[in-house]
Structures are given as C-alpha cells and as structure tokens.
C-alpha cells in the first residue's frame, strides 16, 4: 500500500513539474509572438521613412537639375539621409 502511495506521490509531483514547464513554455511563445508584432510594426515605420527619405532625394534631385538658381537650403545628399534615418532609430 505504501509503494503505491509513494508512486502516485512521484506521479503526481511528475505532472505538477510538467504543467508548471508547460506555462512557462507558453508565456515565452507568447512573448516571443508579441517581441515580433512589435519589431514588425517598427520596421514598417521605418520602411516608411526610409521610403519618404528617398523620394525626398529624388525630389531635391529633380528640383536641382531642372533648376538654375543655386538652393538656399543644405544639398540632400544620400549619406545626410542615412544620417537622419540613424538618428530616427536611436543609433
């Protein structure tokens, strides 16, 4: 009688370790799920600018060769956007 209560004891502490494993497995899916969703979200917004910052330089361009009046402004150039974009991620 006592080697069965022993066994199911084991059995018993065999399955809490297995449910306690099997949460914490979800809650690091779930968090890895939710880090990705995350980090997507940001690199489409930065698709975004990089996308705007490019027409932007094809835009000053455009102006600069079909112009001939020297610009007031500072000459984009593709490093100085690079730059901008660098300084948008924190880097």
Same mark, same amino acid.
């Given at each position: 009688?006592?080697?069965?209560?022993?066994?199911? #004891?084991?059995?018993?502490?065999?399955?809490?370790? #297995?449910?306690? $494993?099997? $949460?914490?497995?979800?809650?690091?899916?779930?968090?890895?799920?939710?880090?990705?969703? #995350?980090? $997507?979200?940001?690199?489409?917004?930065?698709? #975004?600018?990089?996308?705007?910052?490019?027409?932007?330089?094809?835009?000053?361009?455009?102006?600069?060769?079909?112009?001939?009046?020297?610009?007031?402004?500072?000459?984009?150039?593709?490093?100085?956007?690079?730059?901008?974009? %660098?300084?948008? %991620?924190?880097?």
């Amino acid at each position: 009688m006592q080697y069965n209560v022993a066994r199911f #004891e084991q059995q018993r502490k065999l399955a809490e370790n #297995e449910t306690t $494993r099997s $949460r914490t497995l979800s809650a690091q899916v779930s968090t890895f799920s939710q880090t990705e969703t #995350e980090l $997507r979200s940001q690199l489409n917004i930065y698709v #975004e600018k990089f996308k705007q910052a490019s027409l932007i330089l094809l835009f000053h361009d455009t102006q600069k060769s079909s112009s001939h009046h020297p610009s007031a402004f500072m000459p984009i150039t593709a490093t100085w956007l690079i730059v901008l974009f %660098l300084h948008d %991620l924190g880097l």
